[in-house]
């Protein structure tokens, strides 16, 4: 979903393994919009570590090119601070 420049991606799954993370990056990568990327994990419990990096290398990647990401769930999880993205609620 795209909305005033913003591109929202959505992770369905209860678990975010690495793959997942990688076929995330790899579909926002394959978008066009200039704005910052939100990726929807509301119906995310867990994540392994790998996918957590992979995210935080993906929003370095996007603040090269003036973009930025958000996460929104993953709840109860202190991904903001072991890898520095932020989270929305």
Do not use: W
């Amino acid at each position: 979903m795209e909305a005033l420049g913003e591109l929202t991606v959505r992770h369905d799954g209860v678990f975010l393994s690495y793959g997942d993370a990688c076929a995330i990056a790899d579909r926002i990568a394959a978008t066009r919009t200039q704005g910052p990327v939100c990726i929807s994990l509301t119906q995310t419990t867990d994540a392994t570590v790998g996918a957590l990096a992979r995210l935080a290398l993906l929003r370095a990647t996007l603040l090269k090119a003036g973009r930025d990401l958000y996460i929104i769930g993953l709840e109860g999880l202190c991904i903001e601070e072991a890898v520095g993205v932020p989270l929305h609620a």
